[in-house]
């Protein structure tokens, strides 16, 4: 009996048994709490940090069948212990400080960094009885989160004592703070839906999946989550052709190897946030009855966005920056405004016990709203504002000009 | 003594220490972060109510906006960078004593009010009722004008921030 409920559901029971041993040894009840969420955190952290390893791998190989190449394949069986080598070497390698780095904010960063994306994990419903914190503010939380990062990035940038990495902060800074934006909005959508901000009251809303309710907020939410993780094609972060590694230059070694952990994480709880706030969370056949299936279920919706991600990574160029900006505050902010009105309104008229009537009123409507959208940047692009050219472009490299450059004065 | 009063206890003293650093350090910039660490004490404290929504918001508001523009505004004022600046003006007594007589005025205030002396609740386990909140808000015989208000000096202020900022096209 003991043994089928544990099957069912692992962690609820591992954490009553341990509840009544501590109840047995005598600890209040008070610190036993304290215990467990201690033990409960920290088997959390440490899972996400570990998953970490799996997804270096993973996203490595994938990327390289994606551009025809191997990935890596040298160490053990399809390259599968390539993350530990590369483990062993960055934990080995000279933490440097550069010279005049202000230590606090230097030292701090990429703890804040980790941080930000582990703490999203907190309040993640794994299945209907797994969740750190059952919190009824879950949305705006991980907006809050994603300020702590934000912070990250402008300590790192301050910290260094570099001027490159100082402009690529501000950089970083200016697509996070303007992404959150439409984020915010597009979260919305979701919210009014279930008429709650907790991730798992979400999960447990959807009858209906919410990406067929709103294709268009889940589209908005996926591009801008895109860019608040600065993958591609929103990696001007840290462009590493132009701008060397962008704010965090100056690190080294584990430091460096943070911000790594950190990118690779958060584009998997992108992931899984996209699955429970738009696919349906854990939810999938019999996981009333067996709670730990809803693990898998939102592990395999979250790789499908994952893998998603891993596509655009892969074969999409990257943004110029004018452009990445006239994306969001052009065509993201207004769509997210007029659809979260226009939701709000379709969402009271037509009453929800009307349920598929109101799936499919949405569902054109968003369609319809994308469909105008494209129409409406159709006609931009044609009828932008042009530059007026005022001279007739003259080539630089010129046989005349290579000439005259051997021989001082002679060209003018 | 319980868990949560020891927490409390560290996050108080934390919090304070903090409080006292963000006027004495002598960088602007670590005075700004010393900011964030009284903040973040704020949050914890709202927290330990168990007032959810309330520690969020002070975490998405007052951290991730309000301390993020406060770091650009003293990285964009000049002389921010160097220490050997003094660090009051002549008029150090006059805004010592005013802000002296604010705070006994305030706690003098307060210390009539009946709710001063009661020990703090928490919000039920399940966190606070948000939408009492938000139809309060909203309610005519509730808070809505205050909210009106607020919602009209925010948007002068916007306003007033674009044309600030506006380039204006020479003619």
Redesign the interface.
């Known amino acids: 009996m003991g043994f089928i409920q544990f099957l069912i559901d692992p962690v609820t029971f591992i954490a009553r048994w341990l509840q009544m041993l501590l109840a047995g040894w005598g600890v209040p009840a008070g610190w036993t709490q304290f215990i467990l969420f201690v033990l409960g955190a920290g088997a959390l952290g440490t899972g996400a940090l570990m998953f970490t390893i799996a997804l270096i791998w993973f996203e490595r190989k994938l990327i390289g069948r994606f551009q025809d190449r191997f990935g890596p394949n040298r160490v053990g069986p399809w390259g599968i212990f390539q993350p530990f080598a590369d483990m062993g070497k960055i934990f080995t390698k000279e933490y440097i400080t550069p010279d005049g780095a202000d230590p606090v904010p230097f030292y701090l960063a990429p703890i804040l960094v980790v941080m930000s994306v582990v703490s999203l994990w907190a309040v993640i419903p794994f299945t209907l009885t797994v969740v750190g914190v059952e919190l009824n503010v879950g949305v705006l939380y991980i907006i809050g989160i994603g300020g702590i990062g934000e912070l990250a990035i402008i300590f790192a940038g301050w910290g260094s004592n570099n001027k490159y990495a100082m402009l690529a902060a501000f950089r970083a800074l200016a697509q996070l703070i303007s992404y959150e934006v439409p984020m915010v909005i597009a979260l919305l959508v979701p919210v009014m839906f279930a008429g709650k901000m907790g991730l798992n009251d979400i999960a447990r809303a959807q009858d209906i999946w919410y990406i067929v309710l709103c294709p268009l907020a889940a589209l908005i939410f996926f591009i801008t989550s895109t860019a608040e993780n600065g993958r591609t094609p929103f990696d001007l972060l840290e462009a590493d052709s132009e701008l060397v590694a962008g704010f965090n230059i100056e690190y080294s070694g584990l430091r460096f190897g943070f911000y790594y952990v950190a990118d690779f994480l958060h584009a998997f709880t992108i992931g899984l946030l996209f699955a429970i706030l738009f696919l349906g969370g854990w939810r999938g056949p019999f996981v009333e009855q067996v709670p730990v299936l809803g693990v898998f279920y939102l592990f395999a919706k979250a790789g499908i966005v994952y893998f998603i991600g891993n596509w655009m990574r892969a074969s999409l160029p990257r943004f110029r920056i004018d452009q990445m900006m006239d994306i969001n505050w052009k065509i993201l902010t207004p769509t997210a405004l007029v659809l979260v009105m226009l939701t709000a309104v379709v969402d009271k008229l037509i009453a929800s016990e009307l349920l598929y009537l109101q799936a499919a009123v949405l569902f054109v409507l968003n369609v319809v709203l994308l469909v105008v959208i494209g129409k409406v940047i159709d006609w931009y692009w044609a009828h932008r504002p042009r530059p007026k050219v005022v001279a007739t472009p003259r080539p630089v490299a010129r046989y005349e000009r290579s000439s005259a450059q051997s021989h001082p004065g002679a060209g003018q | 003594m319980?868990?949560?009063q020891i927490i409390f206890l560290i996050t108080a003293s934390v919090t304070l220490f903090a409080a006292l650093m963000v006027v004495s350090t002598r960088k602007m910039?670590h005075a700004a972060?010393w900011l964030?660490l009284v903040l973040f004490g704020v949050t914890i404290t709202f927290a330990l109510l168990e007032t959810?929504?309330f520690a969020?918001?002070q975490?998405?508001i007052y951290?991730?906006?309000i301390?993020?523009l406060i770091?650009f505004a003293v990285?964009l004022t000049r002389r921010s960078m160097n220490a050997d600046v003094p660090q009051v003006n002549r008029n150090w007594w006059l805004v010592m004593v005013s802000s002296l007589a604010l705070f006994v005025g305030l706690v003098t205030v307060m210390s009539v009010w009946e709710g001063f002396f009661v020990t703090a609740r928490t919000a039920p386990p399940?966190?606070?009722n948000?939408v009492q909140l938000g139809t309060a808000l909203v309610d005519p015989n509730g808070f809505v004008l205050p909210f009106e208000v607020a919602s009209l000096v925010l948007l002068a202020a916007m306003v007033g921030a674009i044309y600030v900022a506006a380039e204006r096209k020479e003619k």
Do not use: H, N
């Open positions: 319980t868990i949560m910039m972060m964030i959810r929504f969020i918001v975490l998405v951290i991730g906006a301390a993020i770091i990285m399940g966190g606070e948000l």
